[in-house]
């Protein structure tokens, strides 16, 4: 029992540190000059990733995260969206200003104005930075599209519903 006790410490401090404490949703829009130093990709991939979102869900992405204590691991900013509907989040590690993915969003302008909870918003592609630590690796599709579902859920508190596969797709 203590060894499967030591183990749950384990892997509670082990995600501690990659995801650090529960945040909060930012009510006002986090932008790039929050953070003190952000550095681009220096070895990016990409992949396209399918995930719809509801408008409910778009005010918390598009306002991102902002870190308040050194316990708050995640910087998150988005870019958009323009007038042609195209936005971009940003994930950032708060105290290295490291970019470690990218996401970007297609938000449907309805005829009659503005979204509307009968529209739906998607995740269009992840790009994600495949140098890192040794801890960290593989840094391949999978790891970053589990990286970014849990910043979402954790940080943001955004529960991007069936995204693992990327292969959501809507019915008709």
């Not at 990733?49 to 900013?77: C, H, I, K, T």
């Not at 988005?78 to 969003?105: C, M, N, Q, Y």
């Not at 790891?143 to 693992?164: F, G, M, P, S």
Request: negative net charge; proline residues 6%.
């Amino acid at each position: 029992m203590a060894a499967n006790s030591t183990d749950q410490q384990h892997s509670g401090l082990a995600y501690w540190s990659a995801y650090g404490q529960s945040g909060m949703p930012s009510k006002a829009r986090v932008v790039p000059t929050d953070l003190a130093k952000v550095q681009s990709f220096t070895q990016p991939a990409s992949s396209p990733w399918r995930v719809p979102l509801q408008s409910s869900q778009l005010v918390s992405l598009l306002n991102g995260f902002a870190s308040r204590a050194m316990e708050d691991r995640w910087f998150v900013y988005a870019d958009g969206p323009s007038a042609d509907g195209h936005a971009a989040l940003h994930f950032f590690r708060s105290w290295t200003g490291i970019k470690v993915a990218e996401v970007t969003i297609s938000v449907p302008a309805p005829p009659s104005g503005p979204t509307t909870l009968e529209s739906t918003a998607w995740i269009t592609g992840i790009t994600w930075e495949t140098s890192g630590s040794t801890s960290e690796l593989p840094r391949d599709n999978q790891w970053a599209k589990e990286t970014v579902i849990e910043v979402c859920r954790w940080v943001l508190d955004v529960h991007l519903e069936n995204a693992a596969s990327g292969n959501v797709e809507t019915s008709e």
